[in-house]
């Protein structure tokens, strides 16, 4: 069983950074990606990014230019870097564990992220 917590959501103006973490706990981490999805309000979960087991990272197209993932495999941990950020990236951030292996998905929590002045 994998565990996720999220942490370093909060309200940020527009323009601002932010850097979200995930740890993971349990058995099994060494093998899944971890990830980030988002739900802004009022619309559904999509994906952001993923980082592998080996250390390959991806980010979808439509956040490349400004969000980044990344992972440190020793301390199972994947982070979500935003800049450059807008009032449209106001949404709960989830972290997700995927064992594509047996079809597993985990999640965290969430921590939510305003992005107001």
Not at 13 to 26: E, M
Request: aromatic share 10%.
């Amino acid at each position: 069983q994998i565990q996720l917590e999220e942490s370093g959501g909060g309200l940020v103006q527009p323009g601002g950074s932010l850097r979200l973490s995930c740890t993971g706990s349990g058995s099994g981490l060494s093998g899944v990606a971890m990830g980030w999805f988002r739900q802004p309000p009022g619309k559904q979960r999509e994906f952001l990014g993923t980082a592998t087991s080996g250390g390959d990272t991806a980010v979808e197209d439509f956040v490349k230019d400004r969000f980044t993932v990344f992972r440190d495999l020793a301390r199972n941990i994947v982070y979500l870097q935003m800049d450059e950020l807008e009032p449209e990236d106001t949404a709960v951030y989830f972290c997700n564990a995927r064992n594509a292996n047996y079809g597993l998905d985990y999640w965290g929590k969430g921590t939510l992220v305003i992005v107001s002045s």
